[in-house]
């Protein structure tokens, strides 16, 4: 069932919506058909920032522990079981629970998927990788992260993707500081993995992130100048969250009106933080 003829993946079968405990603050979307439209700032102070730490800490913290259960044979619902029951246990909402219909706690995204995938009963196999993208609400706002995990061994051809799927976005990272255009963090992220020729997805991007699941803001992984001019100040807060593939950019929707594949099928990877400008730079609040 997981994956056709080809070794394409299929979408599989998705269970039922899970239990929220009702004492969990919802946030606002949930039982609406999408998010009211944000009218804040993507600029924070210190109490606020600190309140996105902690929620960004438990995103990272249900990644690394729906992390250690990947394995060869387990489905990305089982997964989703773990992600979900870490986020609630630890007082926060998943927040793509129910987030312009999302039904899931985490995004499950397998291979050629490129985002956005749905936890099924798709069953991950030695050689596959799989993107596991959590953000959690607590005190009002969210963090949001993601990590690609290979499921025991993959091709050095793929395992070099991850890592530098990784390392491009700490370059995007790096490129952050007060002062620079938004378009900087592209610039670098592309620059990066064009010397690999991986494709760099550009319809998906970063976003403004903190009271708002995405604020309006938009980062992109590309080099987009002069689009994309927002200035970077001290307090601003968003996620980077680059998508590279082994192959073309172009994608194509599942008829699950969320998950995005490869339309040539490649393999793609991706890594998310959420973080914080500092005058120094940015200081990442989804660590573990
Ligand atoms: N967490 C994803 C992001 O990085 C968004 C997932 S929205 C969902 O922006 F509805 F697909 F879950
Ligand atoms: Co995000
Ligand atoms: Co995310």
Redesign the pocket.
Known sequence: MPKDSNGHLVAGRVSPTRFVPRQIVRPEYVGKPGPSRFTGSDIYGAEAVGRIRESGRIAADAIAVVGASIRAGITTDSLDVIGHDYIVANGSYPS?LG??G?PKSL?SSVNEVIC?GIPDDTVLEDGDIVNI?I?AYKNGVHG?S?QTFIVGEATPQVTDLVERTRESLNRGIKAVAPGREVNVIGRAIESYARRFDYGVVRDFTG?GVGEAF?SGLIIPHYDAAPAYSTEIVVGMVF?I?PMLTLGGIEWEMWADD?TVVTKDRSISAQF?HTMVVTERGAEVLTLP
Do not use: L
């Open positions: 793509t987030y312009r999302f995004c956005h993208d953000t949001d993601n976003h995405h996620t969250e969320w998310e």
